[in-house]
């Protein structure tokens, strides 16, 4: 446009209509940068509304629908010892007493194949356990057992690979042909299943006496097994295989040991289990009686401990089952109840092994006696089959009951029940009839309860929180309490906060009421430089660097948290001797005098270190701290110091001051400086004083502090992650409360001064309190950065998820967990959907936390604007 | 309006005093004294040192990082060291410290040195002992030490096999037994063992009688803590008291032994030499050092694998004929041949990425759409046989290609593996290393000023322009620092468009009411959701549904290998411009705020519609301030980790995110950055002290780049403001 100003050719008129394309271009912008702009919005809001979608199936109840009931023909079922169902829920299995097993089809009852396991010979006892397949070993009368396996074997084929007669399947419909059931499923593949069973030669355990009961357990030591004969006698034996290289024959060989039950009245016990480890024998009478004995030798089975199952006198054990691995016992009775003990360690149990029986968990009370009960392969769930019809799937270690189904043709008592391979469905028989549903839980284990408050988990002595998402054993259960990791989160948190809040505020003061502006101009964009520095650089620098220096010298790192404040102020209580007119030409120099005074802290430190460790830890502070060496005084002096200090300068500005000001307030300068100096000096001496009685007096009475704040030293611990951490939140809330302390009208501090306020007065009496509130909210960010930091923890903090407030140990926060595990985790998995939690909870707390603070500083920024 | 005031404001303490006063009122003294209370010194003194403690530790924490990181790679002297024992020990001095060398650290010396330490701290022991026996101090002291010595032999009872395994109230009763024991042998202990030490001080100053007395004693508890049966155990506990004393005195002296500490330098030597060694660094304290010198002609050889090797050269063989015998002639000669061997060595690593590289492209390609074909038309039909066919050819085809290349990768191998050179370590072994494995050799002792300047320059071209090598503690950082520009390119070029596009429907659009305000707050507070939040979120949106979805439409011939559906250099670009999205609809939106309502409104009366006042007159306007924002915004991208992590962030990434294969940009690969790199050297390398060089030059870089970026935002935003000083009058 200027380059036509100086034409002289006649003006065109000036159209005084607007330009289409001017309105396009603005409708187009308008509707363009208002779309983009929500739209941004909303993807931004997105982030919250993605976790909790992730995070709500956790919650979901689980649901579940009758697939089918049906009625099997031909057999028995009141005499099923065990039934079962293939991983895809086509064929049911079971197994008679007489040692007959049935497969039939699931959806119709048909009859797929009957097999004699036994040609003829009745088994006298059955054990299943779940393995590679299904475990199974059974007891005869002769004294043999014979230990076996049923496995369905699985392989897809394609159309021509499969015999004519089952070409003409349709989807979904089974057809026994062979000794295989084929299966067209809905992708065109035919599925091709194949019953194995296998068992082994018999082994005889005793001679020419009928066994009554049997149990059986794969462990890493091989096959152990555990035999009750009529008359009592217990054997526990182990079966090692051996294969001879050169003939490729296969020898058994047995060790084992036996011991004679105590039987009351000559009455049998009505169940036998075997733990998991093979180190336990549990013997179960009718009445409620049981007995365990200590097989961790097997040779040398000892009785370990007696109890009573069923309180009530009148009452009788009616199911008992163990979970995966074997090392919790349910056990059901005739009032409806379903209990589930396991071994705990307390101190002072007075059995061999030192553990005890305890019922953990209580899972139904009332309703019919319980007379099935099954285990998941792969899980804790745990399904109760009732003699009212009733079939309750449960998860046992968070207490909860996933679903309730029951026959439809009414109540029927429940023979056997099942859980599917895939935890995905539930069997039942009752009668002649067998029906099957469809279970959908895939997070049984979580409830707000697991995530949030105490849990007890196998084995564990009492309900505690843990967090421990992966082991190397198949059958170790996940714990997943968010509690430890929120409380690594706080303890990172109050650490640094302890470390970074004071020095930032202090700072902010400084700068905003007496530092001279074109000092701010270069100090505040260096502190500022601070926010930028990259987490990873602290982190590392914490990691490498810090936590190996620290560990070195760690009495003089605690001696420095004192002397350096100490140098200060005595360097300010020197500065006043000087007399007025010095002190006023001086003033530039005063923030060289400071820098003075950091260096001769921290040679004070240095130099006081070794006394100070030699005075209160016994000469060693990481042996006193593990407990090993003296007593409890250097800690209290360690914690009480500040209060006393605080305590001091209470009493001395209440009491001391105000008389010392009436009585040599007409002093000179200097002299009254003298005066103070000594006060001040005095004021520490007390405060020492003070500190050393209230510890004395608190050791002598007995008490350690060690194993709260302070304990055992661990190299990457809270006292380094709260320096770099605190490192990492002075620049923010420097940043703002300089902002805040600096919005504060000059008016206000013009008037304070022409009222004759020091700077001092009108900085703590007049600036600070105005913007308070800004001061708050800027602690309340810093606050929300610390609680999110992830690399500083990660790489400084160790990383164990303790609970425990010792500084000088490490903890797991929230961030760090979810940085090391998230990678690893399967997706949709409970794991995953946990660390979402994880991640939703510190999104909780930041926004919660932020949100205070903006609404802080809105309603400090309104009043600023009215003063 | 009301101005909240505070009473106390309002009421400076002197005007306190001056109402205490019920006299009429005095004429105001100059009180000089309580002047000092009121300037409070001592407490402005504590604010100032608050922010001094900020500069200092910001300061001294890039003064360290520069320090390290500028003095890496500068090449140091090569040492050679003769200890006691008789071990040689060649290689560069990383770092020395001074420790206090303790009766503690003994077992873990070689039995020559523990030697020397025990004969150094004996001298010691028997000096303090003299001098406390002297001041008649130590009779204090031990009757100090009775107390806690009685809780040390209690616990060495705790610690003894069968009191152990015993059970709670039989472990109490041999407690109070060795209690009760204790006690009635202390009585004179203390007494008693200043005679002792007294003697054992006369018989020899070198403090050896000391020590003696002291392992007598020790083997005496040694054998009493092994004894197996617990009723004999506790049988000798009750009659013997002069046992008690033994454990007593053993631990007494222990303790008093323990506040003896010779100060002793000892220095880290990187030796190198790890197939040999099993080790890159070794400690060796000062009284270790028998003899020392800086071998002529000690060579550092720098290797494409384990790392450095020191040595003197012996041979220079070619084809298996000695060449060169003597140090200054093999290096002549190695000077000669080493360039044509590495110019070699790179050719083959171009044939392998770059050719060889190819060929599996083509073929992984073919595959594909192989597969393609299968999964549209099916196994069997007659479209996938013609296609199968085609691929036959082609793989035979590349197949030959591949023999050709092969071909010559192996005759340049050949070549390559006639230059040996046979090197003497320090200790006398041989060791002959292929001249293509050597990066880098020079005689450190035998450079100037001007040579080391020129290994140190080359070591830093090399850190910039190159790949890593052994697990990233050697070579350089290129691929991360292509992945963090590429990357935070990527990020910005996402953040800003929508950035600005919020901020200006949120400032200029939308109807300012409660609704504004609350987007407005929970846009500042995602400012400050933690990141690797969004990490969680960038990875189980963009990589598991989003990304998956891609591979479903567009990838099916790779699955199941997932190419979107996993991290990457676009989903991490994403992640983060979610992540600093707030921080540049903030500063733009201040920048917007900040164009004077003049200018609109004169801009509006001459007749401009809403968009064409934005776009002439308010975003040029605030255009340095939405710069401001991005680079804010980058350079908070740039240093950010923990989402990375997530996202697609790895070790070693075999392929540059951008190169020259089309289409140049592999927005689905994985990438370093330098800012994992960091993470991953300092925390999980498996050298961590070869890693630790190399950590602190990477942090220099990034701290730099993001200086740089800082500074740059500073810059521009000054100039913003005296822009709009000058405008407004």
Redesign the interface.
């Known amino acids: 446009m200027p380059e036509k100003l100086p034409t002289s050719t006649p003006r065109p008129r000036r159209s005084r209509i607007?330009k289409r394309s001017?309105?396009l271009?603005?409708g187009?912008?308008?509707s363009?940068?208002?779309l983009?702009?929500?739209?941004?919005?909303l993807?931004?809001?997105?982030?919250c509304v993605?976790?909790v979608w992730?995070v709500l199936p956790l919650f979901r109840p689980a649901a579940s629908r009758v697939a089918s009931e049906v009625e099997v023909p031909a057999s028995d079922l009141l005499r099923v010892v065990r039934a079962g169902v293939d991983e895809y829920r086509s064929i049911g299995w079971m197994v008679r007493e007489d040692g007959r097993l049935i497969t039939c089809q699931i959806g119709t009852g048909q009859v797929l194949q009957e097999v004699e396991l036994f040609s003829g010979r009745r088994p006298t006892a059955w054990s299943f356990s779940d393995g590679d397949g299904i475990e199974v070993a059974t007891a005869f009368a002769d004294g043999t057992v014979q230990l076996g396996r049923i496995v369905f074997l699985t392989s897809f084929l394609d159309a021509q690979d499969v015999p004519e007669e089952v070409h003409s399947l349709a989807a979904g419909e089974i057809r026994p042909f062979g000794d295989a059931v084929f299966e067209l499923t809905p992708e065109g593949q035919y599925r091709r299943q194949q019953l194995l069973v296998r068992f082994e030669d018999p082994v005889q355990v005793v001679e020419s006496e009928p066994l009554v009961l049997v149990d059986q357990s794969i462990s890493s030591r091989g096959a152990i097994f555990a035999v009750l004969t009529a008359s009592g006698e217990l054997h526990v034996a182990q079966v090692t295989k051996k294969k001879n290289l050169l003939t490729g024959k296969e020898t058994t060989r047995l060790r084992e040991g036996w011991l004679n039950v105590d039987l009351p009245q000559g009455r049998l016990p009505q169940y036998l289990r075997l733990a998991g480890l093979g180190d336990a024998v549990y013997l179960v009478w009718e009445d409620g009686r049981l007995v365990r004995f200590d097989t961790r030798n097997i040779e040398r089975p000892v009785w370990a401990e007696e109890l009573d199952l069923v309180e009530e006198l009148s009452e009788r054990v009616t199911a008992l089952t163990m979970l995966v691995g074997k090392t919790s016992l349910v056990c059901g009775d005739s009032l409806g109840r379903v209990r589930v003990w396991f071994r705990t360690k307390p101190d002072?149990a007075?059995t061999p092994d030192g553990g005890t029986l305890v019922a953990a968990h209580e899972l139904s009370r009332g309703g019919a006696a319980v007379t099935g009960l099954a285990a998941s392969a792969r899980s804790r769930l745990l399904a109760v089959g009732q003699a009212d019809g009733r079939l309750r799937l449960f998860h046992v270690t968070s207490d909860r009951q996933l679903c309730e189904v029951s026959f439809a043709g009414g109540t029927a008592e429940l023979s056997a029940v099942s859980i599917a391979p895939q935890d995905d469905g539930l069997l039942g028989l009752a009668g002649p009839r067998l029906a099957f549903w469809r279970v959908d839980a895939p997070h049984p284990e979580t409830t707000w309860a697991s995530v949030f408050a105490r849990v007890w988990y196998e084995g564990y002595n009492e309900p505690e929180h843990a967090w421990q998402s992966s082991s190397g054993t198949d059958d170790f259960e996940e714990k997943y309490g968010l509690v430890p990791l929120v409380f690594g989160t706080l303890k990172a948190t109050l650490y640094s906060m302890l470390f970074g809040a004071?020095?930032?505020?202090?700072?902010a003061?400084?700068?905003s009421?007496?530092?001279r502006p074109g000092t701010k101009a270069k100090?505040k964009?260096?502190?500022e430089?601070?926010a930028?520095?990259?987490?990873?650089?602290l982190?590392?620098?914490a990691?490498?660097?810090v936590a190996p220096l620290v560990e070195e010298i760690v009495p003089q790192t605690l001696t420095a948290l004192f002397t350096?404040?100490f140098a200060?102020?005595l360097?300010?209580?020197l500065?006043?001797l000087l007399p007025?007119k010095v002190a006023v030409q001086a003033q530039i120099l005063?923030?060289g005098?400071?820098?003075l005074?950091?260096p001769v802290g921290l040679l004070l430190a240095a130099w006081l270190g070794r006394p100070v460790e030699?005075w209160l830890f016994?000469?060693?502070i990481k042996a006193w701290l593990d407990g090993?060496?003296?007593s409890g005084l250097g800690g209290w002096m360690l914690m009480l110091l500040p209060v006393s200090s605080i305590a001091t300068a209470a009493l001395v500005s209440l009491l001391v001051?105000p008389r010392l000001?009436a009585w040599?307030?007409?002093?000179?300068?200097p002299?009254?400086?003298l005066?103070?100096l000594a006060k001040?000096l005095l004021g520490c001496a007390l405060t020492l004083g003070l500190a050393y009685a209230a510890s004395a007096a608190l050791a002598a009475a007995g008490w350690d502090p060690r194993g709260s704040f302070i304990d055992t030293y661990v190299q990457r611990n809270a006292l380094v992650v709260g320096f770099l951490m605190g490192?990492a939140v002075?620049?923010i809330i420097?940043t703002i409360s300089d902002d805040a302390l600096s919005a504060v009208p000059e008016s206000l501090r013009a008037g304070?001064l022409g009222?004759?306020?020091?700077?001092?007065?009108t900085a703590?009496?007049?600036v600070v309190?105005t913007a308070m509130s800004g001061l708050f909210s800027a602690l309340m960010?810093g606050l929300?950065?610390a609680?999110?930091?992830?690399?500083i923890v990660?790489?400084a903090a160790g990383n164990t998820a303790v609970m425990e407030w010792n500084i000088f140990n490490g903890f797991r926060t929230l961030?760090a967990n979810?940085?090391v595990e998230?990678?690893e985790a399967v997706?949709n998995s409970t794991h995953y959907r946990m660390?979402?939690l994880a991640?939703l909870t510190?999104?909780a707390i930041?926004?919660v936390?932020?949100?205070v603070a903006?609404?802080v500083r809105?309603r400090f920024r309104k009043?600023a604007f009215?003063? | 309006?009301t101005?909240?005031y505070?009473p106390?404001?309002?009421a400076?303490?002197?005007s306190a005093?001056a109402t205490a006063d019920a006299s009429p009122r005095r004429k105001r003294?100059w009180?000089?004294?309580?002047?000092?209370?009121?300037?409070?010194?001592?407490?402005?003194?504590?604010?100032?040192?608050?922010?001094?403690?900020?500069?200092?530790?910001?300061?001294g924490?890039l003064l360290?990082?520069l320090y390290q990181g500028i003095s890496t790679f500068w090449p140091l002297a090569v040492v050679q060291v003769q200890t006691t024992d008789d071990h040689w020990i060649m290689g560069e001095v990383s770092r020395d410290s001074t420790f206090e060398l303790n009766y503690g650290g003994l077992p873990n010396l070689s039995p020559t040195s523990q030697a020397t330490a025990r004969r150094l701290l004996n001298q010691q022991f028997h000096a303090a002992m003299a001098a406390w026996v002297e001041d008649g101090l130590l009779g204090r002291r031990l009757a100090e030490l009775s107390e806690?010595a009685l809780?040390?032999a209690e616990?060495a009872v705790e610690l003894t096999p069968p009191v152990r395994d015993a059970?709670?109230r039989e472990r109490s009763e041999l407690l109070t037994l060795l209690d009760r024991a204790l006690r009635t042998s202390l009585a004179d202990g203390p007494q008693r063992l200043e005679t002792q030490v007294r003697q054992a001080l006369e018989q020899d100053t070198s403090g050896k009688a000391l020590d003696q007395l002291w392992t007598g004693y020790r083997t005496q508890q040694e054998a009493w803590l092994t004894l197996p049966e617990l009723d004999r155990l506790a049988a000798r506990l009750r009659d013997d008291a002069e046992l008690a004393y033994q454990v007593w005195a053993d631990y007494a002296l222990s303790?008093l032994a323990?506040?003896v500490a010779v100060p002793m330098h000892r220095r880290l030597f990187r030796t190198g030499n790890f197939e040999l060694t099993n080790e890159h660094f070794t400690w060796i304290s000062q009284f270790e050092v028998a003899a020392e010198e800086q071998p002529a002609w000690a060579v550092v050889f720098e290797r494409l694998s384990w790392g450095r090797f020191y040595g003197l050269p012996k041979t220079l063989l070619v084809d298996g004929q000695p060449m060169a015998t003597e140090p200054a002639g093999i290096w002549q000669q190695f000077e000669r041949y080493h360039p044509e061997v590495r110019a070699r060595w790179h050719q083959r690593r171009r044939l392998e990425i770059q050719e060889v590289g190819e060929i599996n492209r083509r073929l992984e390609h073919e595959r594909l759409a192989l597969r393609q074909v299968e999964l549209q038309h099916g196994q069997e039909s007659a479209a996938w046989q013609a296609a199968e066919q085609g691929f036959q050819k082609q793989n035979a085809e590349l197949e030959q290609e591949f023999a050709r290349v092969r071909a010559q990768i192996v005759e340049l191998d050949q070549t390559n593996d006639k230059y040996q050179l046979l090197v003497q370590t320090a200790d006398g072994q041989e060791k002959s290393l292929p001249l293509a494995e050597i990066v880098r050799a020079y005689p450190a002792n035998q450079l100037g000023g001007l040579g080391r300047l020129g290994i140190y320059l080359s070591r830093w071209i090399e850190f910039l322009r190159d790949d890593p090598r052994e697990a990233n503690t050697e070579g350089g950082v290129l691929p991360a620092i292509w992945g963090t520009v590429a990357m935070t390119l990527l990020m910005s070029c996402a953040v800003v468009?929508?950035?600005v596009?919020?901020?200006?429907?949120?400032r200029?659009?939308?109807k300012a009411g409660w609704l504004v305000s609350i987007?407005r707050?929970?846009?500042?507070?995602?400012a400050?959701?933690?990141?690797?939040?969004?990490?969680?979120?960038g990875?189980?949106?963009f990589c598991?549904i989003i990304g998956a979805s891609v591979d479903q439409v567009f990838y099916s011939a790779k699955l199941p290998n997932p190419t979107f559906g996993t991290g990457g250099l676009f989903w991490a670009a994403l992640t983060l411009a979610?992540l600093t999205?707030?921080v540049v609809?903030v500063a733009t939106e201040e920048a917007l705020a900040a164009v004077p309502r003049s200018m609109r409104e004169g801009s509006l009366a001459c007749?401009a519609?809403?968009?064409?006042t934005?776009?002439r007159i308010v975003l040029p306007r605030a255009m340095p301030g939405i710069m401001t924002g991005m680079i804010l915004a980058m350079?908070?991208g740039?240093?950010?980790?923990?989402p990375l992590?997530?996202v697609g962030a790895v070790k070693l990434a075999p392929e540059l995110p951008v190169d020259g294969v089309f289409p140049y940009v592999h927005l689905e690969r994985s990438f370093m950055h330098l800012?994992?790199h960091?993470?991953d050297l300092?925390?999980q390398s498996q050298n961590?002290e070869a890693a630790?060089p190399m950590?602190f030059t990477t942090?220099l870089l990034?701290?730099t780049l993001?200086?740089l970026l800082?500074v740059f935002a500073?810059w521009l935003r000054g100039r913003l403001r005296r822009r709009f000083v000058s405008n407004a009058f």
């Open positions: 607007t001017v309105w271009a603005d187009v912008a308008r363009l940068i208002t983009g702009g929500i739209g941004t919005i993807a931004v809001s997105l982030v993605f976790l992730v002072g007075n004071p020095i930032a505020l202090l700072a003061i400084y700068s009421e007496f530092l100090i964009p260096t502190i430089m601070m930028s520095l990259p987490s990873v650089v982190g590392f620098l990691a490498l660097v350096i404040p200060i102020l360097g300010g209580h500065w006043q007025a005063r923030l005098g400071i820098l005074t950091l030699r016994a000469g060693d090993q060496i003296g001051t000001r040599g307030g007409h002093w000179s300068r002299r009254f400086a005066l103070d001040f490192f002075i620049p420097y304070s009222a004759g306020a020091t700077p001092w007065q703590i009496r007049v309190p960010i929300g950065r609680v999110g930091e992830t690399m990660l790489m961030s979810i940085a998230l990678p997706i660390l979402f991640a510190l999104f930041t926004f936390v932020n949100t903006e609404l809105l009043r009215q003063l | 309006m101005i909240v505070e106390p404001v309002a400076p303490p002197q005093l003294q009180r000089g004294g309580n002047s000092v209370l009121a300037f409070g010194e001592p407490l402005v003194w504590l604010t100032g040192g608050g922010l001094l403690c900020c500069v200092v530790m910001i300061v924490l360290l990082v806690p809780r040390a616990r059970a709670g303790l323990n506040e468009p929508f950035g596009l919020a901020a200006l429907y949120l200029e659009y939308a987007v707050i929970a846009i500042n507070n995602l400050g959701v933690p990141s690797i939040v969004f990490g969680v979120f990875l189980g949106f598991y979610l999205l707030p609809i007749g519609s809403k968009w064409q934005i776009r350079a908070r740039a240093g950010e980790v923990a992590m997530l800012g994992f960091i993470y300092g925390f961590s630790k950590v942090t990034l701290i993001i200086a800082n500073i």
